[in-house]
């Protein structure tokens, strides 16, 4: 299951291995330009610290300034390039300001990680059209307004690109996340439609669904009840990190990766093979007149 906003960095779940490093080679990415939606924190702020690991160089976007910043002075430190900027993907105009500084900057984008987006845990009865419209401006609209922009700017005047999408896991449907799990599926297919009419550009389109990511922000906002729930779904026994899910678009976004497209990878440690975690809903009874 998909936790609701995890705002902080990545933590590894008690007894996890310790993540991999120098998977791939520190220049397997070099010359290449990122931009990374959400890049602050959780998994864009993984998949910025991997992608310029690699050797690109990276354009971070969020609405708060500090993790942004704190980002691009790890990569500083580390040797790398970053350029973070506080924005709201959800105003057409802040998003050719983005894609504007980012060409500016560094004069492309190879890579684009549709990573912002937010939602709540709510019984779908519960959801509100104001609260529905939320989560599918962020997750949809706003992700398909950078993914133009991007396209028509870069990566189609350039003939080449990689765009990735986050979905969600389980891909069949989550309880209590109705509006955000619907929302995930929209960029699913499209990330299938594009990989079918961009390729002639030789742009290709992935999407990358990861199930429950472990991080501080999961402890704030659930229980460890909640946690030790969602990690008896899980046939690898254990949640998520960060990492699990940035090495992967690492990987696509690589040489190695350049036959995937059209397709969703999932990083789930089995969850959505395994099915629901959850028991069925039992019959409410008959309401009384």
């Known amino acids: 299951m998909r936790s609701a906003p995890l705002p902080s960095d990545g933590v590894s779940p008690p007894g ?7 998977v791939l080679r520190s220049d397997v990415h070099a010359g290449r330009v990122a931009l990374i939606t959400g890049g602050g924190t959780g998994i864009g702020r993984a998949t910025a610290l991997d992608l310029a690991a690699g050797g690109a160089k990276v354009v971070i976007c969020g609405r708060r300034a500090e993790p942004l910043e704190a ?3 790890t990569i500083a430190a580390a040797g790398g390039e970053c350029l973070a900027l506080s924005v709201d993907i959800r105003e057409e105009q802040q998003v050719s300001e983005v894609v504007d500084r980012a060409l500016l900057e560094y004069g492309r984008i190879d890579i684009l990680v549709n990573n912002a987006g937010g939602q709540f845990s709510a019984p779908a009865e519960d959801i509100s059209p104001k609260g529905w419209r939320a989560v599918h401006r962020l ?3 706003a992700t398909w307004a950078v993914t133009r922009e991007v396209a028509l700017r870069a990566m189609i005047p350039q003939r080449s690109g990689a ?3 986050i979905a969600f896991s389980p891909r069949r449907g ?3 996340m109705v509006h955000a799990s619907a929302a995930r599926a929209a960029v699913e297919n499209l990330a299938a439609g594009l990989s079918l009419e961009w390729s002639r550009y030789g742009i290709r389109a992935v999407c990358v669904a990861p199930g429950t990511i472990a991080t501080e922000g999961l402890d704030d906002n659930y229980t460890t009840a909640d946690r030790e729930r969602w990690t008896q779904a ?3 026994g254990r949640l998520g990190r960060p990492e699990d899910v940035s090495g ?5 976004a690589s040489p190695g990766g350049s036959y995937v497209t059209g397709t969703t990878v999932v990083v789930d440690g089995g969850a ?3 099915g629901t975690g959850h028991p069925v809903p039992q019959p409410l009874p008959e309401a009384q007149p």
């Open 163 to 165: 765009v990735f999408f």
């Open 272 to 274: 959505d093979a395994w």
């Open 234 to 236: 899980v046939p690898l």
């Open 71 to 73: 980002v691009r002075q």
């Open 174 to 176: 989550i309880p209590g």
């Open 16 to 22: 996890a291995p310790t993540p991999p490093t120098g």
């Open 139 to 141: 997750a949809v609209d």
């Open 248 to 252: 992967v678009i690492s990987f696509l």
